[in-house]
């Protein structure tokens, strides 16, 4: 019984990391766009940058950087939080 739930478990894991995806073309983005876009999407749909204010956002990276399904490194977090602070919500 246990090995059948941690069968379960597992293969939603590998279900849900192995959703494909249509390559994202990042070419025409400014390199902190870019980093947003292609580090948030590895896990989810992308945010509005306008849903938390400049203050908030670096909280919610911090979590996510926690959740460590991607990590991403320092330069890519001040990247992202770069693009974010700009598009925030006022």
Known sequence: ????????????FFIQCSKKTAPIDTSKMAPDEAAFTITC???????KPGKYTAEEWPKTINRMQKKGKTPF???????ILSYLSVHAKK
């Open 1 to 12: 019984m246990k090995k059948s739930i941690l069968f379960v478990l597992v293969s939603f």
């Open 41 to 47: 999407a590895r896990c989810h749909k992308l945010p």
């Open 73 to 79: 490194s320092e330069e890519q977090e001040v990247l």
